[in-house]
């Protein structure tokens, strides 16, 4: 069966630290990737996704970054966090083109001081 | 913009009542789902339905779909304290990768 994992759980960061969260994938090839991120009681903003190792594509301009460097790693990083950051991050995955199901990891819980 | 938009955005029941969430879309779509979310964890799919279903049954959930007026409903029948959650609902669009997430319903029942 599939699984998705996150790490770490919680996060707390000072303003202007790097940032690297990882999201691996087990039990499925070549499946399409995404990254969330939910502010408090709102709603999911989908920040990248993936098609294919390198292959991202940036949904919102903003001070991340997302890398793919294996078929079932997908990496979020950035080289200097800000207050506004600070956010639950989620990580998906979905087989390819059929249906779109996505499946979620446990999500990251990040605190930018 | 965001293409799902759920209502209401809270809503709070007693055990054993029915719960009923909306949702509304912009654009056409190939199917809509439904996902929930316990308070600081993942979202976990409920149900899909496809654009040329009407209406979906699992268990508890019941799920519309009206493409005329780009509108879905979840409902939930006997709902239990377990219940206590988010519940968002997500569009694909044609060719697309993704999905579009509505801003959710925040669900509480009380026991």
């Known amino acids: 069966s599939q699984t998705i994992h996150q790490w770490p759980a919680t996060l707390v960061q000072p303003v202007g630290s790097p940032l690297s969260l990882e999201c691996t994938v087990e039990g499925t090839s070549n499946p399409n990737l995404y990254w969330y991120r939910q502010a408090a009681g709102r709603g999911l903003q989908l920040l990248f996704y993936s098609v294919g190792i390198g292959q991202i594509s940036s949904e919102v301009p903003q001070n991340l970054s997302a890398s793919r460097p294996q078929d079932r790693q997908f990496i979020l990083s950035s080289k200097k966090l800000l207050l506004s950051d600070s956010g639950f991050y989620l990580c998906?995955?979905?087989?390819?083109?059929?249906?779109?199901?996505?499946?979620f990891g446990p999500g990251t819980r990040l605190l930018v001081l | 913009s965001q293409q799902g938009e759920e209502d209401p955005q809270a809503l709070s029941i007693q055990e054993g009542e029915n719960a009923t969430m909306n949702c509304s879309y912009k654009?056409?779509?190939?199917?809509l789902q439904w996902y929930r979310q316990n308070s600081g964890r993942g979202l976990v799919h409920l149900i899909l339905i496809r654009s040329n279903e009407r209406e979906k049954h699992s268990g508890r959930l019941r799920v519309t779909l009206d493409t005329s007026k780009k509108s879905s409903s979840l409902l939930i029948t006997a709902s239990r304290a377990a219940d206590t959650a988010s519940y968002f609902c997500a569009t694909d669009g044609p060719g697309a990768n993704k999905l579009v997430f509505g801003a959710g319903t925040i669900l509480r029942v009380k026991s």
């Open positions: 998906a995955w979905s087989v390819m083109a059929v249906l779109k199901t996505q499946y």
């Open positions: 654009t056409s779509i190939n199917n």
